[in-house]
DNA sequence: TTATCATTCAAACGAACGTATGAATTAAAG
DNA sequence: CTTTAATTCATACGTTCGTTTGAATGATAA
């Protein structure tokens, strides 16, 4: 079939470009960086993959196709259960950032290189990514932003709409900043590994999102 | 005193550098975008500033000495009428947050301009710019987990600290994407302006936040 | 007016960027 | 073994990058 060295090049590349996206940013990692960590040519990018925006595209795709596919599977299978009645919130939170978390904690989808490089790149929105991510998240937002509705048929739509954002926000940077950023605290705190730490981070997380997404609404001021 | 022109030059150069720092990230944007954006000569940015990471660090630093500064004389205003008392949970959340939310509304201050640009760097820890924030915020941080610490007592330390990490990402979020993320809705709900959106940005989130810190605290499984 | 000095300006520097090319290399197919 | 096509390779293209330079400009002070 010819494929052998392909394969291995086009993984080496999108396991390389993973980890230096993550840690540089998209314009600031060059081919160069690249091709050099991965121990490929210069030339093996494009050709393999036409472009540099088409690589950070199909490094996206190779996890997210998983990630969201997974995220679909555990919902029909939740709804599947409950026989059409209302999933509880916690179930659905637990569907889409729980299978998030577990994911990273499965190295061969990436671990947790990949969950701090989506954590970073949803606040970095260059047209062409930003476009990219909204057509691989359609489906699985809408059907959990339903899911949600549907179980919390006495709060506004809007209102679970801002939540939804506030709990991916948390999650991103609970993750971007599992050892990135130190302005919080030094982290002398728990001195375990990242992986360990993760562990941990899961139940945490849980806790506060749902506290976040069960609290009280909130009352506008009469001068807005 | 020789410095009209001078001082309108830095002024535009840091300006426009807000703003594109903020559509483009720090490597996106070109010292001849910014300076064609000011009107000024391509020169300019490096006799004012020296460098371009330089001029970063000034564009945070305007911002941010006046932000900090006003958290930190709510957070002794406040601690003064309490009189040694613990404060409550949400008077140290509004110190905080709401300070940076209502900054937002300033155009003196940046508007929204900058708290998406804070928002969006808070997650792409450049070296240069990660140091530079850790101390610009050091203080700041230590004076919050103090206060959130006394005000808790019976929460573990290591949970608050998650838990400010938490409240930091989701508030961070909603900054960034109130238009530049659409993954989450495509916000035909309130089409309102962005300064009539923050309005309600601020009790929305505060619920949110005073949700999540107020959670019950996660069981860890054994397992672990 | 003249001297002084901060600022602005046009122009250029070498380095690094993403991409393209055409020849070598490799492995499967006939 | 020969042919064929996929892949790798060294090299180079044109562009853009951040920064530097030295002369021109402008306002202040003597």
Redesign the pocket.
């Known amino acids: ?9 086009r993984e080496r590349i999108l396991d390389a470009s993973e980890k230096l996206f993550m840690a540089n940013g998209f ?1 600031g ?5 690249i091709t050099g960590a991965a121990g ?9 993959f ?4 088409s ?1 950070m595209q199909e490094v996206f795709r190779r996890r997210l196709d998983w990630l969201n596919g997974e995220r679909l599977r555990v919902l029909d299978e939740m709804e599947r259960k409950s026989g059409g009645k209302p999933l509880k919130p916690s179930q659905i939170v637990d569907g889409f950032f729980g299978t998030l978390l577990r994911m990273a904690q499965d190295e061969a989808h990436g671990g947790i290189t990949f969950l701090r490089l989506l954590g970073r790149t949803l606040t970095e929105p260059s047209d062409f990514i930003r476009t990219f991510l909204a057509k691989e998240y359609s489906e699985v937002m809408e059907r959990y932003k339903a899911a949600l509705f549907k179980a919390l048929p006495d709060v506004p739509k809007a209102e679970i709409v801002w939540r939804f954002h506030f709990m991916l926000g948390a999650t991103s940077y609970a993750i971007a900043g599992t050892d990135a950023l130190r302005l919080v605290t030094d982290w002398q705190i728990e001195d375990a590994d990242a992986t360990d730490r993760l562990d941990r981070l899961l139940p945490r997380l849980m806790s506060f999102l749902l506290g976040g997404l069960r609290a009280p609404l909130p009352q506008f001021s009469a001068t807005a």
């Not at 079939?1 to 090049?9: G, H, I, S, W, Y």
Request: hydrophobic fraction near 45%; aromatic fraction near 4%.
């Open positions: 079939m010819l494929e052998v060295r392909a394969v291995d090049t314009d990692t060059s081919m160069r960086l490929v040519n210069l030339a093996a990018v494009n050709y393999h036409g472009s540099k925006e690589l």
